[in-house]
């Protein structure tokens, strides 16, 4: 739909992105109803962030009486599409869309859109810095979608001639029915399997972001992930892909002697050399593969690859260094939602880790990282609802070999860092690197990795 004037739309959530997406349609002439499960009192500064327009609230429930006269919902991200009342809409043929979806329809622009398992930040942050080196003025590059603030509130600012650089995850995803010119699909491994329930619904929600695409756009694919990899026979137009090896002879990135090269139709480049990169652990080299072959699918200089990447020392939550005390240097990495996340930052590190994990689960394995604790981590503090279930993973890959020298749990993450600080010596790392949602005590992994900062910030 991209004529909004006088229909009637229900937005269920109200988190930034349905805030976003009511600014807009309020602005487009529809008349926006919010509708949230949290109490007025709750929400009472998103409801004083609307202040003035005209909205209407329900909050404390979802009455399906909201159906009636509805034209259209909007979903925010978080919202399980297996709700009761979304579930009647689809029932009764109401269209459902998102923020994201809405942008895409409107912008004038192309959009660069990008998903993944992990990575997607640093990955659309690199490349965010790359589209900012490569445009002249009056051209401007825009990033954001999944992170920063949502490009719906300001897609009538962008041009036709400007490039956009969109994270999109698999919740927006799942519902949508338009994908970017240029989509990269950066990994698929066991993520948010408490929402999608299954392997196969997750990564049919990623392949969507290819499924809308046609011969004339771009999909980028990891040529060592098989879950990414894996989606090589939907592609329907041009496909460039990454990987540490070379690439044969497929288009793409890969590295060899320490360089970052890049070949297409036989011919090879180099764009830069690896240590250029100042971002820590392998999953950032491919990151930064990642960039590149975005950036080379887009069209962007060398140049322009080069600067975005020249300083880049990381994304906050991700593998932050938060400040070095008594030799001991404390890393926030909050963003790590996933044992697989958690797993890829202690492969990052040599020197003995202590490391703080924990929070709520995501019904994901964990006996991978279990056997990968034991053999490169000294120490363990476990907090929130998941520490049992990690425990109980990391007593079942016990062994005479393992380097784990003790397992402690806490409630609080508070009282985890208090263990850490008692337990570490100079030349140890403390890594906050969780494995799990915040959600159990956090509003989300943002919070989470802020308070930890200021926790550590107070350490004497």
């Known amino acids: 739909m991209k004529d909004w004037k006088d229909k009637r739309v229900l937005i269920i959530g109200a988190a930034r992105q349905g805030l976003a997406l009511a600014r807009y349609l309020v602005a487009e002439g529809a008349a926006v109803t919010i509708n949230d499960r949290q109490s007025e009192q709750a929400l009472a500064d998103a409801i004083q962030s609307l202040a003035g327009l005209p909205v209407k609230w329900v909050t404390g429930e979802h009455p399906l009486s909201l159906l009636d006269d509805c034209d259209a919902i909007g979903v925010s991200g978080g919202v399980p599409l297996d709700m009761p009342i979304l579930q009647e809409a689809l029932r009764r043929g109401i269209p459902l869309t998102n923020d994201t979806q809405v942008f895409l329809q409107r912008v004038a622009a192309p959009v660069i859109g990008i998903t993944g398992s992990a990575g997607k930040t640093t990955t659309t942050t690199l490349v965010g810095r790359m589209a900012g080196a490569q445009v002249e003025f009056p051209q401007r590059s825009w990033v954001g979608g999944n992170i920063g603030n949502p490009l719906i509130s300001v897609v009538k600012e962008i041009h036709p ?34 929402r999608h329930g299954t392997m196969q619904a997750y990564t049919d929600a990623k392949a969507r972001i290819l499924k809308f695409q046609d011969h004339n756009n771009i999909a980028i694919l990891n040529r060592d992930d098989p879950g990414s990899w894996g989606l090589a026979p939907q592609v329907k ?29 036989g011919r090879v480049e180099e764009l830069l050399p690896l240590e250029q990169i100042k971002l820590r652990g392998g999953h950032n080299r491919m990151n930064v593969l990642a960039a590149c072959a975005i950036a080379k699918a887009a069209g962007f200089s060398r140049h322009a690859i080069r600067k975005g990447i020249d300083g880049f020392g990381g994304v906050a939550h991700r593998l932050e260094l938060v400040r070095e005390l008594h030799g001991v240097c404390w890393y926030n990495d909050s963003i ?30 964990w006996d991978e990282f279990a056997r990968l604790a034991h053999k490169r981590v000294s120490h363990i503090i476990l907090f929130g609802d998941a520490a ?7 007593q079942n890959a016990s ?7 003790t397992v402690s749990r806490f409630a ?5 860092i208090q263990k850490a600080a008692s337990l570490a010596h100079s030349g140890d790392v403390v890594l906050l690197s969780p494995g799990c949602t915040s959600y159990d005590a956090f509003k989300d992994f943002e919070e989470r990795g802020e308070v930890f900062r200021k926790w550590v910030q107070q350490l004497s």
């Open 336 to 365: 790590a939602t996933a044992p697989e996340r958690s797993m890829a930052a202690i492969r990052s590190f040599t020197e003995p880790i202590i490391l703080l994990a924990g929070g709520r689960d995501k019904k994901l394995p």
């Open 161 to 194: 001639l400007d490039v956009v650089v969109m994270e999109i995850s698999s919740f927006q995803l799942e519902q949508m029915s338009i994908s970017p010119k240029i989509a990269a699909v950066l990994n698929i491994t066991p993520n948010h399997l408490d």
């Open 388 to 394: 049992g279930i990690i425990d109980a993973a990391l």
């Open 412 to 416: 609080k993450l508070e009282d985890a």
């Open 237 to 265: 137009g041009r496909l460039v892909s990454f990987g540490m090896d070379p690439a044969g002879e497929a288009e793409g990135t890969f590295i060899h002697d320490d360089r970052v090269m890049y070949q297409v139709a």
């Open 399 to 405: 062994g005479p070999a393992s380097q784990l020298q």
